[in-house]
C-alpha cells in the first residue's frame, strides 16, 4: 500500500511536522546547566548576562510567507526575572493549515538560575504539558493528570538556567568576533545531557523594516539543530535562520495584528523536506536489493543495522528481510533488551491503560513474532490516519485513536514493551512513488535479531526502500532536523 492511499493529498507520512514543532519545543524547554556559569560576573572572556527587560515581537515566515508570530518577554517580578516566549505557527500539511501554540513561562533569580519552569505545546486536540521546579539541586517534573499524574525528581550537579527559544539560551552582552561559547544542555523530558555551542562570526549591518542595524551574526548549534542568529548587544534576536526556510524576524505588535489578518499561502511542508533523488525503484513483492548513495549526510552518522541496512561510506545496501524464528518466549528476560523495555515519557508502556490493551491485543500468544505482527495490525487497524503535528504520546494517542506514523509508532512500541517485547522507534526515509520522504516506523526483538514493522503501512517486514537515519525515542527525533534540505539520494541498482 502506497502512503498516497493513506494521505491522499500527498505521498507521504509526517514525521517532518514534529522534527518541527519539536525543535521549537527542544529551544523552549531546555535548561543550560550551571557548570559553565558558576557567578554572573565570572563569564568566560567577559561575557555578561544582560539586565535589560525586553518585549519583542516576531514574524515568523516559511518559505517567504507568514507563518506566525512569537514573542519574547524578560521582566522583573520582584527580586527576580520572569522569561515568557510564546510562538504561534501555522503549517500547511496536505493542504490543511494546521495551528500549533508553544508557550514558555518561567521564573529565574538574578543571576538567571532557574526557579520553575512550564512549557506547553498545543496543536487541536492533542496537547504535551512540561512543568517543574528546583528544591535545591534537585529538579523537580510535575507529570499531568492526563499523563498519569504525580512527580519526577532528577538531582543534578548544578542549578540550571533556562534557555531562551528566540534569542542567544541565555541572555548575553559583551559578545566578540571569534568568540565560541559552549554549553551543556539539560533536557527535562530525558534527563541527559547534550552541548550547544554558539560562534560569534561577525559584527554586521542588518536591515530591518527598511532600516539599517549593527548586529551580531552567530552561529548556533543544538543537538544538530542548527540555527544562523543576528543579535543585539544585549543577546536579544533581531533575525534567525532554521532549516527548511523558516525565518523569524524582529517585528512589533501593529505589524503582527497586520500580517495575522492577511491571506496566507503556506508552502507545503512535506514538499519542502522532500529528499531529491535520481533514479527510480519498482514496487512489487519481488523487489530484494536496494543500492543507493546518499549525499549531504552531516553531523550524524547513518546506522549500520547488521540486518537490513548495510553502510559503506556515502553508500547504502538494503535488502529484503527474512522473518526470523523466535528463540524466547514473551516477556523477554534478556538484560541486554532493558533499554528496549523500559517506559519512558512518550513510550509509556506502563501506564494501566497501555498494560490492558496490550494483554488484549496480544492475548496468550508467548511468540514475539507473532505477538508483533497481532500488535501492528491492531495498530493499523485501530487508529485513524489523520496528519498531527504534535509531540506523540501513547496514552493520548490510545485515547485519541488517530495519528500518522509517529502516533503510529509510539503506541506500537508502547504496547510492545507492555507484554515484554523489546521494541525501539526508527526514524528515517521512505521511498514512495517518485521519491523519499521522512517516516517513521518500529524494529522488535525476535532472540537473536531485530525485525522490522510499519504500523502506518500494516507492513512486516518493511520493505528494501527503507532507510534508516536513526533509532530512538521521540525526544530523539529532532536529531533528523541535520538531514533537512542537505541529502540527495541516487540509485545505484536494484535487484
Known sequence: MALAQLFPKSKFSLIVTVLIVGAWAVLMGSLIRDRYFPDASDLAQGLKFSTAEADDWFLIRI???FAGYGRARQFREGPNWRLRDELNISLNIQGQVKPIRIRSDCEVDQDFRLISFHTKVASGIVAFDNRGRMEGKTLVLDVPGSTGGGEKRLKLFEVPRMSRALGLPVPLTGLKVGELVRMPIFDPLDGKKWDAEIRVLEM???EIAGKKVAAWRVKAVYRTIEVVMWVDDDGRLLKGLMPLGITVVRSDKQEVARETVGAR?????????????EGSIPEGPDLNVVRLRVEGAVKWTIPNDGFRQKVSGTEITLTRERLPQATYALPSQDPRMEEHLAAT???RSDDPLVMQKAREIVGEEKDPVAAARLINTWVYS???KVPTPSVPDAVIILQSAQGDCNEHAVLAAALARAVGLPARIAVGLV????GFYYHAWVTYWSGTTWFTADPLMNRLPVTPSYVTLLYGDVDKHVNVISFLGRLKITILGTG
Open 63 to 65: 518559505g517567504g510567507a
Open 204 to 206: 554586521a549591518d542588518l
Open 265 to 277: 499561502d503556506l508552502p507545503e511542508m512535506m514538499a519542502l523536506a522532500a529528499v531529491p533523488v
Open 345 to 347: 515519557r512518550f513510550i
Open 382 to 384: 485501530h487508529l485513524k
Open 431 to 434: 521511498y514512495s512513488g517518485d
